[in-house]
């Protein structure tokens, strides 16, 4: 009686598993699937984390030289160029700046205040689109630096930022996703903010946001510096005002809440502003085995991008060589597999997210396969701290998720949740979202049960920050899953 207690489960995964592969396709699938490595993933990211890439800063010699790292490896794999020219590179502008150093931000003295000397990058992070030079002046904090009429909200009325340096916050003070919130969007914006606050007169701005992160504008003369908390909280002194009780406030009503701050502070900032260059995803494709199922593709596709060097080299290596490097070992695993995929498999290395998602629109505008016969897009980012799975999405798309929960089960045992499709009222914030938006069923894999401290957009956002072992598992994954999948017989499945 115990015994046969015991099997019911094992029954219950053998009833319900998708019933795909004989037991020789099983033995061939199992024998690839032991050659995907930790030692490999690892070796892969270190690459694409050296100072050599420069932080893969999309658009720049570096990222350039990254991307055609992936195109050259993909080929070594087997894996065929995913453009109908042959190439395995899509260009699209893409303007970016090189910062030279971290530059420095000096609190003036004042009346009741000492000079002093904030450090990169405990204290400040430069500008990654800052204009080159020195910028002084009275500081003046404007909140969230938005004025919406529409909305009753404005961080400028009656205010004068004339010849000053604002100092803001990222976002947006309304934070329930709902209709709301789509009509506080297009003030989410950096590139808006920085804008806006120009228009309004400020020379300068520092932004109460410790992430290095390009996906801003380049303003003439403007020049603009990342801080933390505590130098906004020292900018506060003598104001009467605390920093935090202030923001939390703004947000709590909704009403703006700017003053003029009794500091003087100078930004200086070296750089150089590169307005008419390019960068590239990099595409490849397994052409499907099966003569019917080969019309359909599956795409998977990370963001090979990362933040560059501003100040020092950020190796974005959570963020995303993980998701990356997952890839490339599910492409080389897929591509040597003894079962061929029936269906096509796309793999997607996209420049420009960091920027603004550049890359992913520009897969989208110009597909390389017919969006109707996308039986889905599987999106990666930061896919490698952690000890278990999240496929975001799944649930919604059930004749998608049971094959890697199937590949879960029966080879991984980590734990692995889903969710359900929702609609978000915010700026879309991954390639995933811009596939999800153009109409693609779009799953998001992140791991989760995180180990290690993530240093996000972070100089310490290096190799020593992944945890390898669920990388090999990630691209394990993707392996059986997306193998699974492409063998489904029924047509149409999507
Ligand atoms: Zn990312």
Known sequence: MRTKIFLLPFLFIWLFTPNVFSQDQEKAIRNTFHTISSNDLLHDAAVLTSPKYGGRLSGSPGYLLAAQWVADELKKAGVKPGLSDGT?????????????????????????NPRKEYHFPDDFFPGSNSASGTVSGEVVY??????????????YRNIDVKGKIVLMETGV??????SIQQKWEPYSYHRYKFS?????????LLYVSMIANPNTSYLKGFVYAHVGDSVAEALFEGSGHKYAETKAAITKILQPNSFVLDRKIRISASTTYYADSRSCNVIGVIEGSDPVLKEEAIILGAHLDAVG????????ALDNASGSVDI???????????????????????????????????????PVWPKEKVVCMINLDMVGNGTGFQLANGKTFPEILRYF?????RYLHRDFGSSLARVSYSRPRTDGAIFDKAGYKTLHLYTSGTVKTVYYHHPLDNVEALTPEIMEDAA????????GLANEKKAGLK
């Open 328 to 366: 490339l070992a599910a492409a080389r695993a897929l591509a040597a597999s003894g079962v061929k995929p029936g269906r096509t498999i796309i793999f997607a290395f996209f420049g420009g997210e960091e920027c603004g998602l550049y890359g992913s629109r520009k897969m989208v505008e110009s």
């Open 142 to 155: 404007v909140g969230y630096g938005i004025s919406a009429p529409e909305l009753g909200y404005d961080d």
């Open 88 to 112: 395995y590179l899509q260009y699209f502008p893409n303007a970016y700046s090189v910062v030279h150093s971290p530059g420095s931000l000096t609190l003036l003295p004042g009346k009741k």
């Open 309 to 316: 060097s501003p100040g020092c080299l950020f190796p974005g």
């Open 405 to 409: 929960e199937d590949a879960n089960n």
């Open 476 to 483: 394990k994954l993707l392996y059986l899953g997306v193998l």
């Open 173 to 178: 003070p309304y934070g329930t996703n709902d």
């Open 196 to 204: 806006h606050a120009r228009e309004k007169g400020a020379v300068g």
